[in-house]
């Protein structure tokens, strides 16, 4: 019997002597791996007197975190294998890498992919090398990693990314650990409320994890050093039943976790059974650990006379300047000895059978989860016929439509479509009915496990529409349902999407290094619809205007973005219709809401599509010989050009115009940098080399010319977009504002065409003079001009 501090006896608890011994020895194994990959390029058993030469040169990984994240592998080992349970690990201190690539490596799932680790002396030897090595494998738990779908670089988002992925799948179990320092980001913060969203009949379960090791980099945790009860309370007002595990006795610490994980599943099961079998319909408040543990814990304990475990020195590499301080590297080798190497590893560098026994069999283990591989399972989304929901075109611009509230109807076939295999969802912060696509909603709902009052509408513990006012939690929700092979749509006002421009950072990361991967799967598409447009926020004014997430977006892989900016309701059904087909994408749509006028058929649209930009000759005077060419792309952008040829055509008849809408903005780009991009014929033939081209931009007018700066005749394309002026005005005078009304654009054109070069002075008289009349009108009436208003093209 062991008495250990906490005054418990080691040998009290479910585990037997025998598994106790087995299960320590495991973790021992997973550990000394770990030390491993961030230590040691030869020598892998230390089967020989550690030296400088089996030691790397550059130290780069995290410890501090990675021993209990092992301690949790383990446990969960035992869990899955006795309960049969189908579950994923995500990690939310990433950096904690080493510790699951030794883990999969344990349990054989990494030598299956990577079949050069193998399970002996040399595949280990190949596992420490790689990793953090040049053309090897990332520090943290990056897609390389098996059983991973979050890579955990970025902190805040472990437990969005567990919720999403246990939205839909009943029979998953998502541990997800969340570092307590991550537990200080602003998106972990909200996620604790995912609870209220997620229904027991029909999700899977989440256990959050609160490893609260004590430190980040250099500082303490907030949640470390309030009161254990105030944290417990905290965790109790998020609606969660706490249970909290605390100690740094090894042996204690395995019986008591065997012994409340087995309370903590077990209460899971009856949550679960209550609302599947008995008809449970309230909010349960599901468990959460929280494990109090020294950081760096079985790491060296002092370095230097300073402290190490159990303090924010145990973050990174406890012992470094080993070719300096020979002293540090016995002490590693003496850390590495205390794992007692010899007894986890046979002869051959292979782990010993009886320790092999503790981790799962095939598709159980969480290397192997499907769920962590999402494209395995992804099944082809049902997409009803878009054509059947076609806006009408009598007479070109003559009726007005809200574009985003005919793609609500194709969302909501779409739903319907899918609701049998369940795996479709929509997302939006609080702006599903706002952005106008509210049709998705009807008969299917909004999910909602909080309380209700009679005022509230259509929410419902079955509802399949996602909405909380954290552009983070819909973001994280539905990358994580994406990742395990579902499918989404995401609706965001425009100007407030920035709020996740980091988040599509590390999904675009992800997806560009999972398309090297041949063992990740493709996943579907994560698609934006952007909406409440800059050009139509005047009533909201300045803090809602703001185009730049293309900008940001473009940044992006080009194998990874798409960028579609629809002029109309067909144009926006046709691409709807392909990104929520497609796959690995990020799709980004930018359509407006407000009643605004309809241009093309939808064969039309159709082939506009499919080219991504194209001329309208039906607008167009050219001949085939434009002298100047009327650029247009977004859907106020295209209206102001359409009116400005109108204009065009009244004052400067015989002038020869060419009218161009781009719908997909990569299209404008050479094919070298975007394979959406048109071959440099095709542009000249659009965009003839000596013709100016007037080019009417949604968003900042500099993004176009990064985009054309390698086309010919750069020189002549004259952008007009937004340039961050706003404030609460007429929708008009917003476009005035910024240069891009329809009497500037027409200004542009004369002052641009060499021979119209006569007429330019009295243009510019002519233009000051609308522009004064349109003032004057909007201060005095608080309306735009009838004649803007009732604007209609003319044939
Ligand atoms: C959003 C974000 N901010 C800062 C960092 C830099 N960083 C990496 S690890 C770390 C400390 C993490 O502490 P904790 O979550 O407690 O993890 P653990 O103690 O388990 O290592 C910080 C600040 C980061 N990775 N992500
Ligand atoms: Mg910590």
Known sequence: ?????????????????????????????????????????????????????????????????????????LHWNRVIRERGLNMIYIIGPGHGGPGLVANTYLEGSYSEIYPYIGQDRDGIKRLFRQFSWPFGVPSHVAPETPGSIHEG?????????????????????????????????????????SNKFLNPATDGAVLPILHLNGYKIANPTVLARIP??????LMRGYG?????????????????????????????????????????????????????????????????????????????VPLSGLRENPDHLRQLEEWMRSYKPEELFDAKGRLREDLAEIAPKGRLRMGMNAHANGGLLLKPLIVPNFRDFAVKIEGRGQQDVESTRVLGRLLHAVMKANHDQKNFRVFGPDETASNRIGDVITGTGKRWMAETLPVDEELSPNGRVMEVLSEHMCQGWLEGYLLTGRHGFFS??????????????????????????????????????????????????????????????????????????????????????HCLRSHNYINLIVAGKQP?????????????CTTGLGIWPWASNDGGNPEVVMACCGDVPTMEALAAVTILRERVPDLRIRVVNV?????????????????????????????????AFHGYPWLIH???????????????????????????????????????????????????????????????????????????????????????WKE
């Open 153 to 193: 670089g970025e902190l805040g988002y472990s437990l969005v990314h567990a919720f999403g992925a246990a939205f839909d799948n009943p029979d998953l179990i998502v541990a997800c650990v969340v570092g307590d320092g991550e537990a200080e980001t602003g998106p972990l913060a909200t996620s604790w409320h």
């Open 596 to 608: 605004a006028p309809q241009w093309l058929t939808m064969d039309e649209a159709i082939t506009h």
């Open 240 to 316: 969660y039943e706490p249970f909290t595990l605390e100690g740094d006795d090894p042996a204690t610490m395995h019986q008591q976790a065997a012994s409340l994980f087995d309370t903590i599943f077990d209460r899971i099961a009856a949550i679960q059974k209550a609302a599947r079998e008995d008809g449970a319909t309230e909010r349960p408040a599901w468990p959460m650990l929280i494990l109090r543990t020294p950081k760096g814990w079985t790491g060296p304990k002092f370095v230097d006379g300073k402290p190490v475990e159990n303090t924010w020195r145990a973050h990174q």
């Open 1 to 73: 019997m062991v008495e250990t501090a906490t005054g418990t006896t080691a040998n009290q608890g479910p585990l037997s002597p025998e598994l106790l011994a087995k299960m320590d020895a495991y973790w021992r194994a997973a550990n000394y791996l770990s030390v491993g990959q961030i230590y040691l390029k030869d020598n892998p058993l230390l089967e020989r007197p550690l030296t400088l030469d089996d030691v790397k040169p550059r130290l780069l990984g995290h410890w501090g975190t990675t021993p209990g994240l092992n301690f949790l592998y």
């Open 492 to 577: 965001c006002y425009e100007a407030f999407i920035h709020i996740v421009d980091s988040m599509v950072n590390q999904h675009a990361k992800w997806l560009k290094t999972t398309r090297e991967i041949p063992w990740r799967k493709p996943i579907a598409s994560l698609n934006y619809l952007l909406s409440s447009l800059v050009w139509r926020q005047d009533h909201n004014g300045f803090s809602h205007q703001d185009p730049g997430f293309i900008d940001h977006l473009l940044n992006k892989k080009a194998d990874v973005v798409r960028i579609y900016l629809p002029p109309d309701a067909n144009t926006l059904l046709s691409v709807a219709d």
């Open 663 to 695: 719908v997909d903005l990569m299209a404008l780009e050479p094919q070298s940098e975007h394979p959406h991009g048109l071959p440099d014929e095709d542009y000249d033939r659009i965009f003839p080399p000596d013709v100016p081209t007037i080019f």
């Open 706 to 792: 990064r985009l054309t700066y390698r086309r010919h005749n750069h020189d002549g394309l004259h952008v007009r977009g937004y340039k961050e002026e706003g404030t609460t005005t007429s929708p008009f005078d917003m476009c005035v504002l910024n240069n891009i009304d329809r009497f500037q654009l027409a200004l542009d054109a004369i002052r641009r065409v060499p021979r119209l070069a006569a007429q330019v002075g009295a243009a510019e008289q002519w233009y000051s003079e609308q522009i004064q009349r349109h003032k004057l009108y909007v201060a005095e009436n608080g309306d735009d001009l009838p004649e803007i208003k009732n604007w209609r």
């Open 228 to 233: 254990h009860a105030e944290l417990e309370d």
